[in-house]
Each structure stands twice: as structure tokens, then as C-alpha cells.
């Protein structure tokens, strides 16, 4: 291989990383999912290495021209530099993931003492020959003392190593990965470099590494963004539970207070879906698993059993559910039903409110479909409905369950859940609900 075809591959080494690292940069700056605080880390990390492979590409121009010798010393001074100023954003960062305020941590002020020393070293190196100097042919050459200046490179690295092999346990197994992924790479190029020159190894090392390092945690705080929706998710639905309408409250009391003397034993088999209706509900709210379809329908049951009782044959209910064998977050049928009959239900019409309840098997899963003849879901209900759906539609999608609403072909709604396949308990331990 000729020297300039070996100059020419590293420009394109050289461009491919810092095209990798701005985009990083980019990434970083940017990402809605990035907290605060790792931003302060990525942004001033990735800034860095911009300036860093930069310098490198600026020592490459510099090596083919030998006009600009006069240069070289200030580029390599940058170049040996701006790796180290890596390290105290670094240690910062461990530290404030472990929840250590780095302004009274003995870790981060060793590793800016070790900073401050390659520092007096470099300044030093442009005064002498003996760490590293440049011939007439602007060469770079390696004094008998240029590992001294490896020195203080190599214990940052080591020194936060052994901060985080130390906390490991309160970084957690991703970010602790992550930390060793972004230092082992770049320990092993700078003791290379001890020996032999292997700069652009070490530009290559930290910038793969911080960004896999960047890829982890991101994955992780990604995670942890969809975990807290979901648990947004469940919260509405809690609080749903909790602001159950007063008036449907009242008009079950009244109804089972007037159903005493007029039929007691009615009375009695309202209280008790009345009963059955709120300890689904109550139960609710500490389930966040999904469970059997067969609960579901319980509580279904009960809820349009109590509604019944007040409106009689102004509510007209349908069950067709062969399929119950399978799993679904709680408070899902109910709501969706219950919300047909609140938006359907006109207790002046002369056309009773028809709700209609059907499961299906399918090849890769499960199906739910709940009509209404109802008016529809329109853009001026405040939207009420919408949110409604919506929530249950964040608790599907947790599971990877899909919703969806469509209008009716004679008038009224469709809503159709689809919970793919997946493997399910024992189908004993499922009580079928007829």
C-alpha cells in the first residue's frame, strides 16, 4: 500500500468518525428521552471528540504540508489534551448516578490533580525534546521520556475504573456495562500508545465506545420512559375507579332502595352485582398484570346487570363468548362498555340502546369486539370518550394489544381489541364464563 493511498484511508477513517460523532452529538442534544443530567455528560463528551477528531484530520493536513510544521506542536498538544478532558465529565456523571455530589467526592478531585499534571507535562513537552519533539520533515518523534506523558492518561482511566467497579452495585448492570464498554477500549489504546504510536487507534477506540456507551444508556432510559408511561397509564386508570360518576352511585342506591318493597328478591341480586361491580373496580387498582378474559367478563357483567336494573328495556345486552381463554390488562371491557352505554344509552328513545359482546379466535391471537347501536363517537363530546379509549389503548399496547373504534354500518360504534398470540397458563386454571 503507497503512503498516499494510506493517507487517503485515514481521511476516510477520519471523516467516518466524526460524521459517527456529531451524529451523537446531534442525537444527544436532541433525543426527547435523554434526562438532564445525561445530557450534561453526551453533549460536552461528543463536543470533545468533535474537537478531537477534528485535530486529528488538522494533523493529517499538516503531515502532508510541510509549510505548516510550525503547527505541529500546537495540534499534537491539543490531540494528547482533549482525550484526558474527557475523564472529569466522566467521573462527574458516575457520580451523579450513584447520587455522590462530585464537589465533595476525593474521586473527582484526584482525577482533575491527575488533569492538571498532564497538563504541566504537555506545557512542558513544547519546551524540551525530551517527551516528544518534530524534525525539519515534520515528523513526530518520541523522546526517551514520552511514557511519563502516557502516565497520567492511563490513571484517569484506571482511577475511574476503580470508582466504578466500586459502585457497580449502585450504578445497576446496564450503566456499569456501560462505563467499562466506554474505558477498556481506550485503557487498552493508551498503553498501545506507551509503546508504539496508535493515535488514531485511540480515536477510533473512544469514539466507538462512547457511543456504544451512549446506545446503552439510552436503551435503558428509553425503557424506563415507556415504564413510566405505562404506570401513567395505570395511574388513570385508578383514578378513574376512584371518580366513579356520583350519580350512577346514587341511582343504583335509589334503585335498589325502591326494588326493596317493590321485589326484595331483585333487590337482592342487584346489591349483590352492585357489589360484585365495585370489588372488580376496587381490584382494579393494585392489578397492573393482565388477567383472565374471564374476570373481565365478571365485571362486565355485573356493571351492565346494575344498569339494567335502572333502565330495563332501554338497554338491550348481547354475550357471545366462545374464546375466553386468553389475558388482557384490567379494566379494559368493562370501561369500553361502560362508555357505550354512557354516550348510548337516551332513556326518552323509543330505539333501545343494543350493546354486543363477542370474542373470536383467530390464527395469531385473540379478538374482542364490543358494537353499540348508539350515536356514535363524534368531535364535540368534549372528548371524553377519546380519552377514555385512549388510556385503555396505552394499557394494550403494554402488552402488545392493539384498540381500535370504527363506526357502525347501521348506526353506532365498533370498538375491536386484538391481543396477539402469546403463551398463556394452563388453560384449567381459566375459568370459562358462558
Known sequence: MTSETLLNAYFFVGGALFLLVLLGLVASACFPGVDKRSKQFFIPSFSILVLSITAYVIDLFIYTNPDLAWAG??????????????????????????????????????????????????????FTDAIYYFTQENEFVRGKWYPVLILPMIALIVVNLVGIILRRKQLGKKYYI????????????????????????????????????????????????????????????????????????????????????????????????????????????????????????????????????????????????????????????????????????????????????????????????????????????NGEPHIALNNIRERLSSIGATLTVAPRETGGTVVTIFIPQRTEPDANNLVRVK
Do not use: W
Open 73 to 126: 506542536k500546537i495540534v499534537s498538544f491539543i490531540e494528547t489534551l482533549l482525550p484526558s478532558a474527557l475523564m472529569p465529565f466522566l467521573t462527574a456523571y458516575v457520580l451523579f448516578c450513584c447520587g455522590e455530589n462530585p464537589k465533595k467526592n476525593a474521586l473527582f478531585f484526584v482525577v482533575l490533580g491527575l488533569c492538571a499534571a498532564l497538563f504541566v507535562l504537555l506545557v512542558t513537552a513544547q
Open 178 to 381: 456501560a462505563f467499562l464498554i466506554y474505558l477498556l477500549p481506550l485503557l487498552a489504546a493508551m498503553v498501545a500508545q506507551a509503546f508504539v504510536s496508535v493515535f488514531l487507534l485511540i480515536v477510533i477506540a473512544v469514539s466507538i465506545s462512547a457511543l456504544s456507551m451512549f446506545g446503552i444508556i439510552m436503551a435503558d432510559q428509553v425503557e424506563q420512559h415507556f415504564r413510566q408511561q405505562r404506570e401513567i397509564a395505570d395511574q388513570r386508570a385508578s383514578i378513574t375507579v376512584l371518580q366513579m360518576r356520583p350519580h350512577f352511585i346514587y341511582n343504583t342506591m335509589m334503585s335498589i332502595y325502591y326494588l326493596c318493597e317493590q321485589d326484595a328478591q331483585k333487590a337482592q341480586q342487584v346489591t349483590l352485582d352492585f357489589t360484585t361491580y365495585l370489588r372488580k373496580n376496587f381490584h382494579a387498582i393494585t392489578g397492573k398484570d393482565p388477567i383472565p378474559f374471564t374476570e373481565e367478563l365478571e365485571h362486565t357483567r355485573a356493571y351492565l346487570a346494575v344498569v339494567q336494573a335502572q333502565f330495563e328495556d332501554n338497554l338491550i345486552v348481547e354475550f357471545n363468548t366462545p374464546h375466553t381463554l386468553f389475558r388482557l390488562p384490567p379494566l379494559t371491557l368493562q370501561p369500553i362498555v361502560e362508555n357505550a352505554v354512557k354516550y348510548g344509552l337516551d332513556p326518552d328513545s323509543a330505539e333501545p340502546l343494543r350493546v354486543l359482546v363477542k370474542t373470536e379466535k383467530t390464527d395469531d391471537g385473540s379478538t374482542v369486539i364490543v358494537e353499540d347501536n348508539g350515536p356514535g363517537i363524534s368531535g364535540d363530546d
